[in-house]
T-cell receptor
Framework: GENVEQHPSTLSVQEGDSAVIKCTYS??????FPWYKQELGKGPQLIID?????GEKKDQRIAVTLNKTAKHFSLHITETQPEDSAVYFC?????????????FGTGTQLKVEL | GAVVSQHPSRVICKSGTSVKIECRSL??????MFWYRQFPKQSLMLMAT?????????EQGVEKDKFLINHASLTLSTLTVTSAHPEDSSFYIC???????????FGPGTRLTVL
C-alpha cells in the first residue's frame, strides 16, 4: 500500500518568513495530493491540492509543487502569519472517480512567532 | 460550499455503553464517507469507508462488530461505538467525498471519552 513520509515534524518560523513542508510517497500510481490544515480540537481543512497532471499550483500565499519522478511534493507558505500556526498534513491517493482512500503523512506542527 | 457536520462534538460515556456519532454532508451529496480516528499528536488513521446503501469496508485491524457504520443516505453516515472501553477514547473524524471533483471534506470531529 501507499506510504507517505512528511518532514519536518515541527517547524518554527518568524512572522513574514516562508515555510516549506515536504512529503514523499511510495506508490507511483498515486495521482492526487491534498494538503490539510488542522487546528487544535478541529477537523482537517483542505487548503490546497494538486493532481499529477500539473507540477505546481498556487493560491495566494500557498503553493504546492509536485515532482512525480522523485515522488515528492511540497507545501510552500509565504509571508507567514500567526494564524498560519497549526498542524499541516499531506496526503496521497489514487483518484477513482469517487471513494479515493487518503494516506496521510505524520503531520508538521507549524509555529509562526511574532 | 462543501460543509460536513458531525454530532455530537463531544461525548462522555461509561464503559460498556454504546455511542452513536453522526456525519452529515450539508450542501452536497457524498458518494463515499470515511471514518478516521486520531490519537493526540498523531496522524489520522482510516477506520472504514462507506458507500451509500452498501456495507462499509473496514481497514485491517478495525473490528467491524465494534464500530458499526451505517450509510443510509447520500448525506448521512453514522458510526456506533459498541460496548465502549476507555481505550476507545479518541478523536473521531468523518469525511465526505464527492465524485466531481474527487475531493474529501472533513467534519469538525467528535471527542469521545470513555470512563
Amino acid at each position: 500500500g501507499e506510504n507517505v513520509e512528511q518532514h519536518p515534524s515541527t517547524l518554527s518560523v518568524q512572522e513574514g518568513d516562508s515555510a516549506v513542508i515536504k512529503c514523499t510517497y511510495s506508490d507511483s500510481a498515486s495521482n492526487y495530493f491534498p494538503w490539510y490544515k488542522q487546528e487544535l480540537g478541529k477537523g482537517p481543512q483542505l487548503i490546497i491540492d494538486i493532481r499529477s497532471n500539473v507540477g505546481e499550483k498556487k493560491d495566494q500565499r500557498i503553493a504546492v509543487t509536485l515532482n512525480k519522478t522523485a515522488k515528492h511534493f511540497s507545501l510552500h507558505i509565504t509571508e507567514t502569519q500567526p494564524e498560519d500556526s497549526a498542524v499541516y498534513f499531506c496526503a496521497a491517493s489514487m483518484l477513482t472517480g469517487g471513494g479515493n482512500k487518503l494516506t496521510f503523512g505524520t503531520g508538521t506542527q507549524l509555529k509562526v512567532e511574532l | 460550499g462543501a460543509v460536513v457536520s458531525q454530532h455530537p462534538s463531544r461525548v462522555i460515556c461509561k464503559s460498556g455503553t454504546s455511542v452513536k456519532i453522526e456525519c452529515r454532508s450539508l450542501d452536497f451529496q457524498a458518494t463515499t464517507m470515511f471514518w478516521y480516528r486520531q490519537f493526540p499528536k498523531q496522524s489520522l488513521m482510516l477506520m472504514a469507508t462507506s458507500n451509500e446503501g452498501s456495507k462499509a469496508t473496514y481497514e485491517q485491524g478495525v473490528e467491524k462488530d465494534k464500530f458499526l457504520i451505517n450509510h443510509a443516505s447520500l448525506t448521512l453516515s453514522t458510526l456506533t461505538v459498541t460496548s465502549a472501553h476507555p481505550e476507545d477514547s479518541s478523536f473521531y473524524i468523518c469525511s465526505a467525498g464527492q465524485s466531481h471533483p474527487d475531493t474529501q471534506y472533513f467534519g469538525p470531529g467528535t471527542r469521545l471519552t470513555v470512563l
